[in-house]
């Protein structure tokens, strides 16, 4: 391997590692991801019988309330 080639590849490899297009789509990639998967666990959270259960308590509550 002759000095350019090598000269050549090392700014190949330089370029190659120190370029960062896409980033902010790969962030905001993730970001979706994440978001989801809170919506998923939020949407199970929220609609299982314990917490459906409680809500109905409170609002019958606040209903039969006299002031």
């Known amino acids: 391997m002759t000095e350019s ?3 050549g590849l ?3 490899l330089r370029h190659a590692l120190g370029a960062d297009d ?3 789509t790969v962030e905001y990639a993730i ?3 994440a978001a989801a998967a ?3 666990v939020l949407f199970t959270v929220v609609t ?3 917490i459906v259960d409680a809500l109905t308590g409170i609002i019958d509550r606040a209903l039969r309330t006299t002031v």
Request: net charge neutral; glycine share 22%.
């Open 5 to 7: 080639e090598r000269a």
């Open 10 to 12: 090392r700014e190949r």
């Open 22 to 24: 896409g980033m902010s």
């Open 31 to 33: 970001g979706t991801i």
């Open 38 to 40: 809170f919506g998923a």
């Open 48 to 50: 299982g019988d314990n």
